[in-house]
């Protein structure tokens, strides 16, 4: 009831307005309006968050339709809203906050789309592609792996060519196909909707919540800062590989086949640390044995996670997150296990997905989604629409940067992951900075060309019939990679990447890993580290939690650049502290590469006939071998 009443008090509020024809210039009123909205959005959005939640930790068709509906009528709200909105004159209006509210409840995203028919079928779509992809399956003889944690643990253990790209390209069989024409309908659908707010096209308007007028170029710039020392990382690793796996596998100057990182997507590189470690006999800086062994569980990684936090005497995590958190994966239902952190938007509810495993990876990721959570309780008591990150990658970069810190060796030690003295010469320093690079300098191009693939398909510079092709264009022009199997327009690879078929923009986490450096800098020095910038742990500084907490509280309710000025003093994003992290690592893969005669760069391979040679390669020995055994046997 009291529900209704607020709706009809919303409404009429605007309909009598309306029915003047006169906008309305008075401030007072656009105040009490939004705080109708207040109320009414965190109705709307808890409704949805909750059905979400249902859908995501347990699917089922009766789940899904929840979901559906849920969204659906938070959509409704958001364009009733809109429409009444646009009552207010905002120009006229001087205070600012109000202009600014007003201006972020007309980002309305697919709630834009008029036409009902088709909003339902888009929202249906989207809870599709999540189910296809989150319940994908590859047949292994009699067994159905599933990507977490069987595949995930596959690629990042194994070593054996064949049976990686076995793993490789079951994944992409299992879920691309079924995704492609389904991620065509929703393009068209998706940018009808955004089109209908007014911007050129979704790419369009996901760049507009950075509010950069050079977004793009600055994007570019950061890159091509970050591109040289990428480019040594590469040529270094392509070596390692190269010794590991015979250079007919992974030829001096060419890109890489993209199976052997050690991770699905060649996204993150960490997980091979093993096979290009630059010193051995040192200190073992991956501790996911040590963890094992020494009886870790999920339970304790987030244990830990909130103790970090709470060292910096940031806000603990909440009675109800402990209680409806999911933290493992539960053995009697399908569930989305992609990692994620919830804001149910009633002040109270925060709550963490993830199916864990005991690893150093998830251990990192316990931390990233735990930013995200720190992020939500600070902001919590902001208007509905400022309850966001600064930009979408302030939002990425708060656990990151914290762990940041929880990863060096000193703290590693501090919490038990690593037993004995510590070794703190520069070989093991070397090494250390390895294990960092292949996580976030390896990272940088693949989370670049994500989004400048999307923005192509979103604006039409790539059309349907050759999305997969351009897809791999980009992978070898950013990242120096080939797919180790011939491609070809049946398969759809960018799909096989959650963040596609969820919908969910990228270009924000290479927006995090610049700036998450910038704020572990800011951080070490309020701390007073003294020293390298890569040896800084900053636990239990209140400075250092200070900083980030008065940072995190303003939400989204100024300009980025406002925020990160709070932080680092300054208000431009800048990629000087991440390369001063890494400065030592740089100078030392220079002079290895130069050393072992190492070229940096990769030969251009037309990624159709590539592929199909490399294809071609073991097929025709296989060949050969059969031809031979036959004559042998007669
Ligand atoms: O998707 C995530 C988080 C959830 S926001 C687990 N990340 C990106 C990815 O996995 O692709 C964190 C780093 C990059
Ligand atoms: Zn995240």
């Known amino acids: 009831m009291a529900r209704a009443s607020w709706w009809v008090a919303f409404f009429l509020a605007t309909f009598c307005y309306s029915g003047a024809q006169t906008l309305i210039t008075d401030e007072e009123e656009a105040k009490q309006w939004l705080e109708q909205y207040n109320t009414m959005a965190e109705h709307y959005f808890y409704l949805s968050e909750e059905a979400n939640w249902a859908y995501e930790t347990d699917i089922n068709d009766q789940n899904q339709q929840a979901q559906v509906q849920a969204s659906l009528n938070k959509d409704k709200f958001k364009k009733e809203a809109y429409d009444n909105s646009t009552m207010f004159d905002v120009d006229s209006f001087t205070n600012e906050t109000v202009k600014r509210l007003f201006s972020k409840i007309k980002n309305i995203g697919n709630a834009g789309l008029r036409d009902q028919s088709k909003l339902n079928r888009l929202t249906q779509l989207l809870a599709d592609m999540k189910q296809v992809y989150s319940t994908g399956k590859v047949k292994d003889g009699d067994r159905d792996l599933v990507f977490e944690p069987d595949l995930v643990n596959e690629l990042a253990t194994g070593r054996d060519y064949d049976r990686l790209q076995f793993i490789w390209k079951g994944w992409r069989d299992a879920v691309g196909p079924t995704l492609r024409d389904m991620y065509k309908e929703y393009v068209t ?197 400022f309850r966001e990150g600064a930009n979408p990658g302030f939002h990425e970069a708060v656990g990151d940067c914290l762990a940041l810190s929880v990863s060096t060796p000193k703290h590693l030690k501090e919490i038990g992951l690593i037993d004995g003295t510590l070794q703190e010469d520069d070989e093991a320093d070397i090494n250390y900075l390895m294990k960092q690079a292949l996580e976030k300098i390896a990272f940088l191009p693949f989370a670049y060309m994500m989004d400048q693939w999307r923005w192509k398909v ?45 919908d969910v923009p990228y270009i924000r986490y290479f927006v995090s890993f610049i700036v998450q450096f910038q704020f572990y800098e800011a951080m070490c020095d ?109």
């Open 189 to 385: 659908l998706k940018n009808e909707a955004i089109g209908e707010l007014g911007y050129d096209d979704v790419g369009d308007y996901w760049r507009s919540w950075y509010e950069t007028p050079t977004f793009e170029a600055d994007l570019e710039a950061l890159w091509q800062e970050v591109r040289p020392m990428y480019l040594e990382l590469h040529a270094y690793v392509r070596r390692r590989l190269g010794e590991a796996y015979g250079k007919d596998k992974v030829g001096e100057n060419d890109p890489i086949p993209a199976h052997l990182f050690g991770n699905m997507w060649s996204q993150q590189w960490n997980n091979i640390y093993d096979l290009v470690e630059p010193f051995s006999g040192k200190q073992r800086i991956d501790v996911t044995s040590a963890m094992v062994a020494k009886g870790w569980d999920a339970m304790r990684m987030f244990n830990e996670s909130e103790q970090f936090f709470t060292s910096l005497g940031l806000i603990p995590m909440t009675p109800d997150f402990w209680r409806d958190s999911m933290i493992v994966r539960p053995a009697d239902r399908e569930v989305v296990c992609y990692a994620s952190a919830w804001d149910f938007y009633n002040r109270r509810d925060f709550r963490i997905k993830m199916c864990t495993e005991v690893t150093q990876d998830d251990l990192q990721t316990v931390h990233h989604e735990m930013g995200h959570i720190e992020y939500f309780l600070q902001y919590k008591d902001q208007p509905v629409p």
């Open 458 to 502: 979103f604006d039409g510079r790539i059309t349907p019939d050759n999305m997969n092709q351009e897809w791999w264009k980009l992978r070898q022009q950013y990242q120096g990679i080939i797919p180790p199997v011939l491609r070809d327009e049946k398969d759809f690879d960018p799909g096989c990447k959650f963040h596609i078929p969820s």
């Open 526 to 634: 309020a701390s007073d580290h003294t020293g390298p910038l890569y040896k800084c742990d900053f636990y239990r500084s209140p400075q250092a939690g200070q900083l980030l907490g008065d940072m995190l509280k303003l939400g989204s309710s100024r300009p980025w650049p406002e925020a990160m000025e709070a932080i680092t003093g300054s208000r431009a994003m800048t990629a000087r502290p991440l390369l001063k992290y890494f400065e030592p690592l740089t100078t030392w893969l220079r002079q290895n590469n130069t050393a072992s005669g190492v070229r940096t760069g990769w030969s251009q391979f037309e990624p159709w006939a590539s592929s199909a040679t490399k294809e071609a390669g073991p097929a025709l020995a296989t060949t050969l071998f059969c031809v031979l055994c036959c004559l042998f046997v007669r």
